[in-house]
């Protein structure tokens, strides 16, 4: 027997499929679309904020004391953030299973 | 009161949306739009009805805007025909996939090539899996009715679907018939004003259209079909109260002379009056023929074919369309498969008529006749033939 592999029973389904709450694509985990994740060598980075700029996820959240924090629920792993780093800073490494 | 006119059949549907009144209108004034939407850019600009007519650069931007009308829960309609609903096609899905009650008179015509104008059913067929109710007229009168009703129909709460009536091009699109108009205050007591359940609102927002991941799509299609099952009762329940109101019945499977007859036609559309021609002389000469007409095609009515048919011996099915590599003609594919359950089935005889313009006139249906009881004598189902085909 096929397996039942849908998320919501389509008589609960609103109408058209429509969505009721407002932004709910942030409940979206895309991070588990990645094979590499970016690592930051705090050593390396002179906040530039380069990364946090480029990420098209806005995956990189300034902190207070200047570095930048990796979001690791909505990072794809692209890897625009290690191509653009002008130090080097960022490497990408395999994801494990 | 009603006032019974000769009229135009399209500005007869204009008239009708007019009663309807209407919030919006779309739509792509060119060949090939027939009348209703120049009348109707006539009524708006006259100030007769108080509506939005939206003359956009396209027929996909004219469903586009209809889409982005129906969902801020405005009453909206549209007209196309052939090529014009070809480049629509894309935006239909979406309609009917967001359950918007957008009505859409739909001028049948053939589809190129090579290039044609006039009156076949190759654009209906291209509809049928889209989701959309589809409904037939045979005449001015009900195409009139029925652009009334679709209103009802597809905005009633438990459809909420996209419906379109559909009347033959030329045929009955150009020609002038004596049409019973009703007036607003009879509308009015068939036809409320749309309530729409889920329309764009700001201090209630809502994400329509969005992706519909593996995990998504099946149920929303399932949804879907679930939704145009269902509309048949309350098709059936709006015709039955139109009838009760104004004394004209409608029913999903027409008959004319079905009840004893030996042979029986399934026609749609206006060709069906030229065949009660047909059928009143074969008659005469001793005959027992009968005709089964097609109004609702989706959803397709299988309970209501099968009682009017099955008692016949041999069923003269006639594609005004073809399905091409396939079957031969999409109605004689559904009659057979509506009829594959059935223990004793009629013969079928499957004839591909009419395409492109050309006419099915009275010694046509004649020769299909004679052609099926001489292979109902050889006792084997022939598949499909081009009837009229100059080899």
């Keep these: 027997m096929a397996r039942d592999q849908g998320i919501i029973s389509w008589k609960e389904l609103p109408l058209g499929c429509a969505i009721l709450e407002p932004g709910n694509a942030k409940d979206l985990r895309t991070g588990d679309w990645r094979s590499k994740r970016p690592v930051t060598d705090y050593e390396k980075c002179i906040k530039c904020g380069m990364c946090y700029i480029y990420c098209p996820d806005m995956c990189y959240i300034p902190k207070d004391d200047g570095l930048f924090e990796w979001n690791e629920y909505y990072c794809k792993g692209c890897g625009i953030c290690a191509h653009e780093c002008p130090k080097d800073a960022i490497t990408m490494v395999e994801e494990e299973k | ?391």
């Design chain 2, 1 to 391: 009161m009603a006032r019974r006119v000769g009229i135009e059949v399209s500005i007869a549907v204009s008239e009708a949306v007019k009663l309807a009144d209407v919030d919006l209108i779309a739509a792509y004034p060119i060949t090939p739009q027939t009348h209703i939407v120049e009348h109707l850019s006539e009524l708006v600009a006259d100030g007769e009805l108080d509506a939005e007519f939206v003359p956009v650069e396209s027929e996909h931007s004219a469903m586009s805007s209809c889409i982005g009308s129906s969902a801020a829960g405005a009453r909206t309609y549209t007209a196309t025909s052939s090529q014009g609903l070809a480049l629509m096609l894309e935006v239909c899905y979406i309609a009917s996939s967001l359950r918007l009650p957008i009505v859409m008179t739909i001028v049948d015509r053939s589809l190129s090539g090579p290039l044609s104008i006039w009156n076949d059913h190759s654009d209906l067929m291209m509809e049928r899996d889209i989701g959309w109710i589809q409904i037939v007229a045979l005449n001015g009168q009900e195409i009139f009715d029925m652009t009334l009703h679709s209103f009802k129909i597809a905005e009633d709460h438990n459809v909420m679907l996209p419906t379109q009536v559909h009347m033959d091009g030329f045929t009955l699109s150009h020609v002038i018939e004596p049409i019973e108009i009703l007036d607003k205050a009879e509308v009015d007591k068939f036809l409320k004003p749309y309530v729409s359940p889920m329309s764009l609102d700001p201090e209630k927002p809502v994400t329509i259209g969005a992706v519909g991941v593996p995990e998504v799509y099946t149920e929303g299609r399932k949804a879907q079909e679930e939704a145009l099952l269902n509309s048949k009762d309350v098709i059936l329940r709006t015709w039955k109260e139109f009838g009760d109101l104004f004394g004209r019945y409608y029913e999903p499977i027409g008959t004319y002379k079905a009840d004893d007859a030996e042979i029986i036609f399934i026609t749609m559309g206006s060709i069906t009056e030229t065949c009660m021609s047909a059928v009143d002389q074969m008659r005469q000469d001793g005959k027992k023929v009968g005709i089964a007409y097609i109004r609702l095609w989706r959803p397709f009515p299988f309970d209501e074919l099968i009682e009017a048919v099955t008692k016949a011996d041999a069923l003269v099915v006639i594609d005004r369309a073809i399905s091409h590599g396939g079957p031969g003609g999409p109605l004689a594919s559904e009659i057979k498969s509506a009829l594959y359950h059935q223990a004793q089935r009629p013969f079928v005889n499957s004839f591909i008529a009419g395409l492109g313009g050309r006419d099915i006139t009275i010694n046509v249906f004649k020769e299909m006749v004679e052609k099926t009881e001489k292979t109902m004598k050889k006792g084997v189902e022939p598949g499909y033939e081009f009837i009229g085909v100059k080899e």
